[in-house]
């Protein structure tokens, strides 16, 4: 389908502030309808550098999504994906996450908000959506203090009673427990824990440690990384002198996930069992890494669409569309996408045919239950958690991620 791409203004002012940010307001050029009725889902997620292996499919699920919206939209609309990218220098950044979610707030033709891709970037943008009401469903989000507890209390002060921050994953409660099953599993006794210190990975690492604890498993150490780091020789030769069987990371590829592995080679550990969250779950590990990557195990906080039934209508529409395969949330994209335009539209017949407001549509999506989509039958619990999560394992054999395992959290 050809596309009509407009540059927004969003790009021209990101440019003067000396951002790398980068934006798209994508539609569909068959269909009819004035700028006072276009409806933009703006897109939030890291599109440049190391994370863009995530990203860029994660943004494809939602413009498939909204291509197949605009095949039927309502009389007189037309629905268009707004994208801007967070990470800077390569890497995903809190504070640019928030400048772009005011961007989105700004213009009120944005209705719905997909993403971010990392929970620290989340952290920043939650307040920001709270306060404006807008509709915000992330596909790949999973520290729990994003939805649960006192945390998330403080991330909504504006609107205590008016949730307007979802997920379609499973959260690091599960996946931090579901990563210590693994390795129990996999007779592993003895765990070297190094995390990337920031919301996800120490989150996802602190959960692992409780449960293989829990699990009758030995922690050795768990070590925290700093920004920017790029050698890790001491840090590894304090862990092989240790003795571990395993080495879990709570991270993310480019804040250390892929060179640690790398280098575990280098200390002569290279033999031994590497395991992870989904912040390794991308090409650009297995770039990195190398063939150090081979060995290695990582979980999704999503399903594997080909085992999926329901799935396959995506699958092949996406492969058409991308000449692709899906990547690890681009599923979840689609769907958060599909749930978000469902509410729209809504609103819009309850508002009489007219452009409804933000606080409906959130009302709508808060709603959600029994959703057909290519991940499964999606709904929301009162925090805005999904009502189905599930985790997939992956391990990486001959430089490749192969299902491995799916785990029902």
Not at 191 to 199: K, W
Not at 225 to 254: C, H, I, M, N
Not at 261 to 274: E, H, L, S, V
Not at 284 to 311: D, H, M, R
Request: net charge neutral.
């Amino acid at each position: 389908m050809r596309l009509a791409r407009v540059a927004s203004a969003a790009l021209s002012l990101a440019l003067l502030w000396g951002c790398t940010s980068s934006s798209t307001t994508t539609q569909s050029s068959t269909t009819a309808g004035s700028a006072a009725n276009i409806i933009k889902i703006g897109v939030e997620l890291p599109l440049s550098g190391g994370d863009a292996s995530n990203g860029i499919p994660t943004d494809n699920g939602v413009k498939l999504a909204v291509d197949e919206a605009n095949k039927t939209a309502p009389a007189g609309f037309t629905f268009a994906v707004y994208d801007l990218d967070d990470a800077v220098q390569g890497t995903h950044d809190p504070a640019l996450g928030a400048q772009n979610t005011k961007t989105f707030i700004a213009d009120a033709a944005v209705l719905g908000m997909v993403g971010p891709f990392n929970s620290n970037v989340a952290k920043a943008e939650i307040p920001l959506t709270n306060d404006a009401q807008l509709t915000q469903i992330s596909p790949s989000n999973t520290n729990p203090g994003l939805t649960k507890g006192d945390d998330a209390k403080k991330l909504r002060t504006s609107h205590p009673d008016v949730n307007s921050y979802f997920r379609v994953c499973a959260t690091d409660d599960k996946q931090g427990a579901g990563d210590a099953a693994l390795a129990k599993q996999l007779g592993l006794k003895k765990a070297f824990i190094v995390d990337d210190n920031e919301t996800y990975g120490k989150g996802l690492a602190d959960v692992f440690e409780a449960q293989f604890k829990k699990n009758g498993g030995a922690v050795l150490g768990h070590e925290h990384l700093t920004a920017g780091q790029k050698d890790f020789k001491a840090l590894l030769t304090k862990a092989r002198s240790l003795g571990p069987d395993v080495v879990y990371y709570g991270g993310t590829t480019v804040t250390g996930g892929g060179n640690l592995r790398k280098q575990m080679g280098d200390a002569g550990m290279g033999a031994i069992p590497y395991v992870g969250g989904d912040g390794i779950s991308d090409d650009e590990f297995l770039k990195t890494a190398g063939a150090l990557a081979n060995g290695s195990y990582y979980t999704v906080a999503a399903p594997e669409v080909s085992k999926i039934q329901t799935a396959k209508d995506f699958i092949a529409a996406y492969k058409a569309k991308y000449n692709s395969d899906v990547g690890p949330y681009s599923a979840n994209a689609y769907t958060a996408a599909k749930i978000e335009i469902a509410a729209i539209e809504k609103a819009i017949s309850e508002n009489g045919g007219k452009m409804p407001s933000r606080l409906d549509v959130t009302k709508n999506v808060a709603a959600t239950k029994n959703f057909d989509s290519p991940i499964g039958t999606v709904g929301f619990d009162l925090n805005g958690d999904t009502t189905a999560p599930i985790l997939t394992v992956y391990k990486i054999v001959n430089g490749k991620a192969q299902f491995f395992q799916t785990l029902k959290s």
